[in-house]
C-alpha cells in the first residue's frame, strides 16, 4: 500500500484540503470563520504543508515534496529527473482530489455566496492586480525562496547532521508562512504548480452554484513562475554543493 506515488497524492491530498479548506472558511458566507483575514489564511497554510508533508511520509514518500516545482527544483540538483512523471501526476490527483473534498465539505456554502470569484478563489489563486509580467516574477521570487531555504534547511553546509529528525515539516510550515505574510499579497503566492491547477480543474467541472469562469487565461502564471523559480533555485543549490 505504501509507495512514493501513494505519499505524493495522499500528502497533497491533505494539503490542499487543509489550505484550500481554510480559503473557503475566510471567504464562503455563513462560515463561522467568514472574513477571519489574511492572517488566518497564512496560518492555514502553514499548517496544512506541515499536516501534508507528515501524511506523505506516512504513506510512503520519503521526500514529500507535495509541490511539483519542489520536485523539478530537486531534479535540477541532482541531475535526475526520475521522479519528475510519478511525483507530479501524484501531486496533480492529489490537489484535484483536495479540491473536489474541499467543495464536498463546504457544500451548503456555494449558494450562499454570491460573487463568483469568491468561489473561485477558494480553488485557485487570483492576483491582487492583474499584470502577466509582474504576476509571474511574484511567481518566480516566491518559489525560488521556498526551494533555496528549504535546500538550506536540509543541507550539511548549514547543519553537519542535517535538521533534527521530525523537525523539517515545521521548519518548512514557517518558511511558507513567511512567504505569505511577505510575498504571497500580489498573486496569493500558488509557489505550486499543482496547488493551482489540479484545484482549478476541479473548479471547471464540479456543479458549483453561479462559480462563473475558471479563468485559464491566467492559469499559465501560477504553473509556469513556481516551475521557473524551482528550477533556478535548484541550480543554485547544485553551484553551491548544498
Known sequence: MRSPFFGEFMGTLVLILLGNGVVAGVLLKRSKAENS?????????????????????????????????????????TGSFSKCVPYISAQLLGAFAGAVLVWLHYLPHWKLTEDAATKRATFCTIPAVRNFAANLFSE???????????????????????????????????????????LGGTTGYAINPARDLGPRVAHSVLPISGKGPSDWGYALVPILGPCIGGMLAGWLLRLLGA
Open 140 to 182: 518566480i521570487v516566491g518559489t525560488a525562496v521556498l526551494v533555496l531555504v528549504v535546500g538550506a534547511v536540509s543541507s550539511k553546509l548549514v547543519l553537519s547532521t542535517g535538521a533534527a529528525a521530525g523537525l523539517s515539516p515545521y521548519l518548512v510550515g514557517c518558511i511558507v508562512w513567511s512567504i505569505g505574510l511577505s
Open 37 to 77: 483575514g489574511w492572517m488566518v489564511i497564512t496560518t492555514g497554510w502553514a499548517f496544512a504543508v506541515i499536516c501534508g508533508v507528515f501524511v506523505s511520509v506516512l504513506c510512503g514518500s520519503a521526500d514529500a515534496h507535495l509541490n511539483p516545482a519542489i520536485t523539478l527544483a530537486m531534479a535540477v540538483q
